[in-house]
């Protein structure tokens, strides 16, 4: 049986590793992996697959960066001959990315079971491009795996068939377990940056990307101003996102961020990542995956966001939700810092053996169809 794995962004990479590396150890399941190429520059992708030991894409649609509708309709005209030339038993997507939903339609459209990793997360946020990706693709699916139980009862309410549903954990903290003892210290990431001891005395970490919080230049102002503040208090360590560069340059925004204790670096690889997190007192983000990362590291989370698909970080992790307001990300910060953070506790099947359950369960469904 061949199974079509399909990447396309950073994210994605980190959660497809454990789910190749488990197919591969299954007799009679031969994983393909399908590289869409949404995300091609060095910083967010091969170092990615280098850390993260993913043999190379087998096939790279190289379809580059567009709008919406050019990105998705690129990577299904690229992604449908493909699959017809390798004709697998099934599609594997995982995430919430353009190139997630794409692949999934594709196969569909050509009858070809789509299996979803990380399926039922939502925000019920419509704005966001990555809830549309989600809900469409887990209305495709044949097969969709959970990392947390809410995940099942929004697909339920959304008349998924219960049995389609599996709960197995979260395959991106299979990969963080994993890596965890070879995460890169924060001091080498600042002493490489040219600035040793930049973050002897703890730090905070700082991403975002999120188009609502960088498309607008008034709210991207005030995120930046706030966290010149918590400078004041903790360095920030800030690897900056291609998308969040291209803003901060065309609203001039950049002298903000011109401070001593702001250490601006590129995109980061996997392990530098890992590290930074692991070391940090407090990381603020509007990531989906590292609310879940900081949740498993038992590092306190503040997210720069209204709302999360992943509630489990909230009610049993480390994560606190703070949205754009500045008054609220400071209050969140001082409880962090007086050390009122949340301690949290590691959820359910967030074991490192997620990838583990869904190759055993993609086998006896294959065997049975
Ligand atoms: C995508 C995902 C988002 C994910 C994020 C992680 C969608 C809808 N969004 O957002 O869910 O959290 O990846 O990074 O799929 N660019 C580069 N080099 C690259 C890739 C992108 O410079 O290798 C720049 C381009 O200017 C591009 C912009 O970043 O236009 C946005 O890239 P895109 O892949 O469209 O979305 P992301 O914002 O990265």
Wanted: contains cysteine; negative net charge.
């Amino acid at each position: 049986h061949r199974i079509l794995c399909v990447v396309g962004a950073r994210p994605n990479f980190m959660k497809m590793a454990p789910v190749m590396a488990a197919l591969a150890a299954l007799p009679g399941i031969e994983g393909k992996l399908v590289h869409t190429g949404q995300h091609y520059d060095v910083t967010m992708n091969h170092q990615y697959f280098q850390a993260l030991g993913i043999a190379a894409p087998d096939i790279n649609l190289e379809v580059g960066s567009g709008s919406h509708a050019q990105q998705t309709a690129q990577v299904m005209r690229r992604f449908e001959p493909a699959l017809d030339e390798l004709a697998p038993a099934a599609v594997l997507v995982v995430g919430d990315v353009n190139s997630t939903l794409a692949c999934a339609l594709v196969a569909a459209k050509r009858g070809v079971p789509v299996i979803h990793v990380e399926a039922g997360l939502r925000s019920f946020d419509r704005a966001m491009p990555e809830e549309i990706n989600r809900v469409l693709t887990d209305q495709l699916s044949d097969l969709l795996f959970t990392t947390e139980e809410s995940g099942r009862a929004n697909l339920l309410k959304e008349g998924i068939a219960e049995e389609r549903i599996h709960f197995v954990g979260n395959v991106m903290i299979d990969t963080l377990r994993l890596n965890l003892p070879r995460a890169v210290p924060v001091g080498r990431i600042a002493a490489d940056a040219g600035r040793p001891g930049f973050a002897a005395g703890g730090h905070a970490v700082l991403t975002l990307h999120r188009p609502a919080n960088v498309d607008d230049a008034q709210v991207l102002r005030r995120l930046l101003e706030t966290v010149a503040q918590i400078s004041d208090r903790v360095p920030v360590l800030f690897p900056v996102h291609p998308r969040t560069r291209a803003a901060i340059e065309r609203f001039g925004l950049m002298p903000l961020l011109d401070r001593p204790a702001i250490l601006l670096l590129p995109p980061l690889g996997y392990l530098e990542m890992l590290g930074l997190m692991r070391d940090a007192r407090v990381v603020l983000t509007d990531s989906g995956g590292i609310q879940e990362e900081t949740t498993a590291l038992g590092t306190p989370c503040i997210t720069l966001r209204q709302n999360t698909e992943r509630p489990i970080t909230v009610d049993e992790g480390t994560n606190t939700i703070a949205g754009s307001d500045p008054a609220v990300i400071l209050a969140a910060f001082d409880s962090v810092l007086a050390g009122a953070g949340k301690a949290g506790r590691i959820p359910h099947f967030w074991d490192g053996r997620a990838a583990e359950r869904i190759a055993f369960i993609v086998r006896d469904w294959l065997v049975q169809r």
